[in-house]
T-cell receptor
């Protein structure tokens, strides 16, 4: 069973379109995230949700809107896609334990905007 | 602003040798530091976490040190194998919600 799964794996679309990426975790974690990894491999946090509530919203354009229907799901909707949105988007989840808080990542969605 | 630097974009070593990767950070004081491994086309996978009051942590062939005075962490892989080839990311942090990643070091272990 995949702990954090996101779909689709690849997404190729035209500029101006609207697209969504779905993410689900079966680890029972309270916190979920969206990260963006650019061509230089920098991994930057975009959003963080804890129990369906937004707790981190980095400087991300309003065209990006996360939605968390329940604590196991965090979807990312992107409006009016631009060329600069091309990147790999990772979903992740975490849980605080006595051993610390570590992230579990999905396998990524490679978004290509043409 | 917070800055994380990992040594050279790529590191090539011979199988059996010890690989040493460096992570330097500036302008903040993380409570702990994590190391992740990322393979092509996959998400990062957690390897080790070391706290600010710990000098060293080991897990099998992996060893991590954390020097809060130098603001530096060293990540060692002893008796390296070709299967260790991957990109390694460091992430100094106060919590997972403040996790900031370096751009990674791509390690290639040559047979």
């Amino acid at each position: 069973d995949t702990a954090v799964s996101q779909t689709p794996k690849y997404l190729v679309t035209q500029m101006g379109n609207d697209k969504s990426i779905k993410c689900e975790q079966n680890l029972g974690h309270d916190t979920m995230y969206w990260y963006k990894q650019d061509s230089k491999k920098f991994l930057k946090i975009m959003f963080s949700y804890n129990n369906k509530e937004l707790i981190i919203n980095e400087t991300v354009p309003n065209r990006f809107s996360p939605k968390s229907p329940d604590k196991a799901h965090l979807n990312l909707h992107i409006n009016s896609l631009e060329l600069g949105d091309s990147a790999v988007y990772f979903c992740a989840s975490s849980q605080v334990t006595l051993k610390g808080e570590k992230l579990f990542f999905g396998s990524g969605t490679q978004l290509s905007v043409l | 602003s917070q800055k994380i630097e990992q040594n050279s974009e790529a590191l090539n070593i011979q199988e059996g040798k010890t690989a040493t990767l460096t992570c330097n950070y500036t302008n903040y004081s993380p409570a702990y530091l994590q190391w992740y491994r990322q393979d092509p086309g996959r998400g990062p996978v957690f390897l080790l976490l070391i706290r600010e009051n710990e000098k060293e942590k080991r897990k099998e062939r992996l060893k991590v040190t954390f020097d809060t005075t130098l603001k530096q962490s060293l990540f060692h892989i002893t008796a390296s194998q070709p299967a260790d080839s991957a990109t390694y990311l460091c992430a100094p942090s106060g919590s997972a919600r403040q996790l900031t990643f370096g751009s990674g070091t791509q390690l290639t272990v040559l047979p």
